[in-house]
T-cell receptor
C-alpha cells in the first residue's frame, strides 16, 4: 500500500460545478497537509495547507482534514475553466522532513 | 512569494552525454534544496535532498553517481545527469526551502534523451 493514494482522474465537470478532490494516507505521523496545483509542464504551486485536523477556507477553495479517517479533501466552488490543472495532495510529518505526494488528479472544467 | 528558477526549461541530449540543470532561489536564501523527478501522469518522486555545503542525501533507488548534485551556495543547486539514457527522459523539478516547512518549487526542466 502506498503512503498516499489519490485517484488520477481525469475528472471532468462543467463550469460552475462544485469539485471534490480527495486523498487517503496511511502514515499517522503526517501533520501538515497541502494541496498543490500543477499546470501542464510547470512546477507545482501551493494552493492551501492545513496543520492537523480541521477545515480551512480561502476564497473558492476549502481544505478539510480528517486525521481519524486519514482522509483529506479539497473542495472548489464555482469551478472555472482556468481551474483545469492537476491537483496534487502532499503531506509532511512534524519534523519538517520530506513531502510525500499523491499521484495527482487531473481536473478538466469545460465552459 | 519566493521565486525559484530553473535552467534550462527544456533540453534534448544524445544518449551517453551529460546534462546539467540549474536551480536558483532568486529572492531568498535556501538552506535546503530538493530535486524531484516526475514521469507523465505520475507523482513527484523525491530524488535527493541537499544542504548548502554538504553532500546530498539520496533516496533509495537513486544512483548518486549518475545524478550528481551540487549545492555550492545558498541560492544555487545543480543536478547533473551523467551518461544519460532514454529512460532518464523525464520532468525534473527542484524546490527550495528556507527556515520553515514550505518548499518553493521551480518551473521544472523537461529532459529528452535521444
Amino acid at each position: 500500500q502506498k503512503e498516499v493514494e489519490q485517484d488520477p482522474g481525469p475528472l471532468s465537470v462543467p463550469e460552475g460545478a462544485i469539485v471534490s478532490l480527495n486523498c487517503t494516507y496511511s502514515n499517522s505521523a503526517f501533520q501538515y497537509f497541502m494541496w498543490y496545483r500543477q499546470y501542464s509542464r510547470k512546477g507545482p504551486e501551493l494552493l492551501m495547507y492545513t496543520y492537523s485536523s480541521g477545515n480551512k477556507e480561502d476564497g473558492r477553495f476549502t481544505a478539510q482534514v480528517d486525521k481519524s479517517s486519514k482522509y483529506i479533501s479539497l473542495f472548489i466552488r464555482d469551478s472555472q475553466p482556468s481551474d483545469s490543472a492537476t491537483y496534487l495532495c502532499a503531506m509532511m510529518d512534524s519534523g519538517y522532513s520530506t513531502l510525500t505526494f499523491g499521484k495527482g488528479t487531473m481536473l478538466l472544467v469545460s465552459p | 512569494g519566493a521565486v525559484v528558477s530553473q535552467h534550462p526549461s527544456w533540453v534534448i541530449c544524445k544518449s551517453g552525454t551529460s546534462v546539467k540543470i540549474e536551480c536558483r532561489s532568486l529572492d531568498f536564501q535556501a538552506t535546503t534544496m530538493f530535486w524531484y523527478r516526475q514521469f507523465p501522469k505520475q507523482s513527484l518522486m523525491l530524488m535527493a535532498t541537499s544542504n548548502e555545503g554538504s553532500k546530498a542525501t539520496y533516496e533509495q533507488g537513486v544512483e548518486k553517481d549518475k545524478f550528481l548534485i551540487n549545492h555550492a551556495s545558498l541560492t544555487l543547486s545543480t543536478l547533473t545527469v551523467t551518461s544519460a539514457h532514454p529512460e532518464d527522459s523525464s520532468f525534473y523539478i527542484c524546490s527550495a526551502g528556507g527556515q520553515g516547512w514550505e518548499q518553493y518549487f521551480g518551473p521544472g526542466t523537461r529532459l529528452t534523451v535521444t
